[in-house]
């Protein structure tokens, strides 16, 4: 599977002790995902514009693991996470 870009949209920032919460929704369907290592210095808000690379992991199960990055505006890595497609229809 090639990267695929989604954008998609800061909808909630939840600040923790060491790290913020991020919560982006999928422009197109409306799915959102949580991000929970987001370092507190990023000049990131909601209502920002954000975009998700998508890439299919390695793996012998059937349905293979996807890595999901949220960069922001400038390309900047804010964070990442590992879901199953069936969470995310990205396919």
Do not use: H
């Not at 507190?40 to 992991?57: P, S």
């Not at 059937?62 to 900047?76: C, I, K, W």
């Amino acid at each position: 599977m090639t990267e695929k870009k989604i954008p998609c949209e800061i909808i909630a920032i939840n600040e923790g002790k060491t790290w913020n919460n991020i919560v982006v929704e999928r422009k197109a369907s409306k799915k959102r995902l949580f991000f929970g290592k987001t370092k507190k210095d990023m000049e990131i808000n909601v209502g920002d514009t954000a975009y998700l690379v998508v890439e299919a992991m390695q793996s012998e199960l059937p349905e293979a693991p996807l890595r999901v990055t949220l960069y922001d505006t400038n390309g900047t890595k804010v964070d990442w996470t590992v879901i199953q497609p069936s969470q995310f229809n990205v396919l």
